[in-house]
């Protein structure tokens, strides 16, 4: 067990939706990272967040938003979703940059 | 802009040794991870290289561009999908390598299969 939670562990949802991925850190993991994995793409760095304040930008779509909470906890918002935004999200976090990262297990978003 | 190859795949039979490679091109002096990837396992770190602990890693190091990681004796278990991720550089190096923005870059990861 990494520490990192991630819910939920499958969501199945239509085109069009709106959906919201969440993820709790590691206790004391400060920094927040959030990728996505598919077939075609790999995994893909999305963005990163450092206590509460945006810190790197990855390929992360316009219609995806991310935030972290003064509890630390971090969600990313997928809307107007698309059959392509199908895939694997991860969540990691650790203390700071440079260190190691703790991965979630990952929410399978499934876009039907 | 960051770039990271892996080779796609390899397959080797138990006892064997095992050299995944990862090539990459940045600037200045990146952190270089290693993360398995299990069946319905979380990503978890194998290794991590940076400019001040690269020598003890074998085959090449950061100044190469190459940072391959060495797996003995493998056992069919090790099967796996092993990831190489580009990461910000070490805090001694941060300054030499015009700032820790880096963009977090993950190759396409190398199929292991170990065969019994």
């Known amino acids: 067990d990494s520490g990192v939670t991630q819910t939920p562990k499958h969501l199945i949802t239509a085109t069009g939706q709106r959906v919201t991925l969440r993820c709790s850190p590691r206790?004391?993991?400060?920094?927040v990272y959030w990728y996505q994995q598919s077939l075609d793409q790999g995994l893909q760095f999305l963005i990163q967040?450092?206590?509460?304040?945006?810190?790197a930008k990855g390929n992360i779509l316009e219609r995806f938003s991310a935030q972290q909470f003064p509890d630390l906890h971090s969600e990313l918002n997928l809307s107007s979703l698309e059959l392509g935004d199908s895939a694997l999200y991860f969540c990691?976090?650790?203390?700071?940059?440079?260190?190691?990262?703790?991965f979630g297990q990952g929410t399978r978003l499934t876009v039907v | 802009s960051n770039s990271v190859k892996q080779t796609g795949q390899i397959t080797v039979s138990e006892g064997a040794s095992v050299t995944m490679n990862c090539t990459y091109t940045?600037?200045?002096?990146?952190?270089l991870f290693w993360y398995v990837e299990y069946p319905s396992k979380p990503l978890q770190l194998l290794q991590r290289?940076?400019?001040?602990?690269s020598k003890n890693f074998g085959g090449g190091n950061i100044k190469d561009k190459n940072s391959p990681i060495v797996k003995y004796s493998v056992q069919v278990s090790d099967s796996a999908v092993y990831y190489c991720?580009?990461?910000?550089?070490?805090?001694?190096?941060?300054?030499?390598?015009?700032?820790?923005?880096?963009?977090?870059?993950f190759g396409k990861g190398t199929l292991l299969t170990v065969n019994p």
């Open positions: 990691a976090s650790s203390v700071r940059d440079g260190i190691e990262a703790f």
């Open positions: 206790s004391g993991d400060l920094s």
């Open positions: 967040y450092y206590n509460g304040e945006e810190r």
């Open positions: 940045s600037t200045g002096y990146p952190t």
């Open positions: 290289e940076t400019m001040e602990n």
């Open positions: 991720l580009l990461g910000p550089p070490s805090y001694g190096y941060c300054e030499k390598s015009g700032g820790s923005n880096y963009k977090l870059t």
